[in-house]
């Protein structure tokens, strides 16, 4: 049997795609032990490879496919495929920023100010680019990790990925400007993608988990109505499109159906019961598929 190999990213985009994949369709089953996770798909062969590696691997055909930031595939300058645009990062939907950031009783209130300072960061290409564009000249050194704690003593500032700025914060950082805003790829090999199977395969792949990302927050809500309060209840139904009605097996009475923001279904199942609905249901979604 064929067999598609999937790079499944380690380290803190690990548990976050994991769940993607359940919510998809496909579970997945790691071994700490093991850098081969089981997935309950026979045409697909997982393996764990940090994201920061992931695109190197996939370049060269070692895996047919696999996920990590846009911010890895610029950084280590591989010629891969994006396949598709998955919004999400390791604290749930939303995308990482990498920001330039100093200690929050730095004199720096530009990169400008930066000339011929030291700058520690995971992605030295991404910031020597940032630098040359803002015609700054710095010396930017890698960081093997804990990059917050090196300003001041061994950085005089750092460029570090954050979603929220809470560890900054919690370092004592202060974000001067954003380097790069980055989001989570699904990347293919050149070769693989002029494979029909494994393309095929790669479609569907992709089609799910954005079906999965895109019903992230979102809940679908079914009611029952009489025809003539239908109107006042459709004025009130947010949809992605439009609610499906439907009619019931009394003519006097209709079905209608809606997918809605999840963040709104407290002020709206209250509103609905007063334009006389009945039988109102919320129930989770794990895909929607446009």
């Given at each position: 049997m064929?067999?598609?190999r999937l790079g499944i990213p380690t380290g803190s985009l690990q548990r976050a795609t994991l769940e993607l994949f359940a919510r998809a369709g496909w579970r997945i089953t790691v071994n700490a032990r093991s850098y081969f996770p089981t997935i309950d798909d026979p045409e697909i062969g997982c393996l764990?490879?940090?994201?920061?590696?992931?695109a190197r691997y996939v370049e060269s055909g070692t895996l047919d496919a696999g996920l990590t930031g846009k911010d890895w595939i610029l950084e280590t300058g591989t010629d891969v495929i994006e396949v598709a645009d998955l919004v999400y990062a390791k604290q749930g939907l939303g995308r990482v920023r990498w920001v330039l950031a100093v200690p929050e009783d730095s004199p720096v209130k530009t990169v400008?100010?930066?000339?011929?300072?030291?700058?520690?960061?995971?992605?030295?290409r991404?910031?020597?680019?940032?630098?040359?564009?803002?015609?700054?000249?710095?010396?930017?050194?890698?960081?093997?990790?804990?990059?917050?704690v090196k300003p001041p003593q061994l950085a005089d500032a750092i460029v570090e990925a954050t979603e929220t700025g809470a560890s900054l914060r919690a370092?004592?950082?202060?974000?001067?400007d954003t380097v790069l805003e980055s989001t989570t790829k699904l990347i293919a090999n050149r070769v693989a993608r002029e494979d029909p199977w494994k393309q095929q395969k790669i479609r569907n792949l992709a089609l799910l988990l954005e079906g999965a990302i895109a019903a992230y927050n979102?809940?679908?809500?079914m009611l029952n109505v009489r025809q003539e309060d239908l109107p006042a209840v459709l004025a009130i139904l947010p949809a992605l499109q439009n609610p499906t009605v439907s009619p019931l097996s009394d003519p006097r009475w209709v079905a209608v159906n809606t997918v809605v923001e999840e963040e709104v279904v407290r002020e709206l199942i209250p509103r609905l019961k007063a334009a006389r609905a009945q039988g109102i249901v919320e129930y989770p979604l794990n895909k929607i598929v446009f």
């Open positions: 064929r067999q598609l764990m490879v940090r994201a920061q590696e992931m400008h100010d930066l000339e011929g300072k030291v700058i520690a960061t995971e992605v030295v991404l910031t020597e680019k940032y630098l040359a564009e803002n015609g700054v000249r710095a010396r930017v050194e890698f960081s093997w990790g804990a990059t917050e370092h004592h950082l202060r974000i001067v979102r809940v679908g809500v």
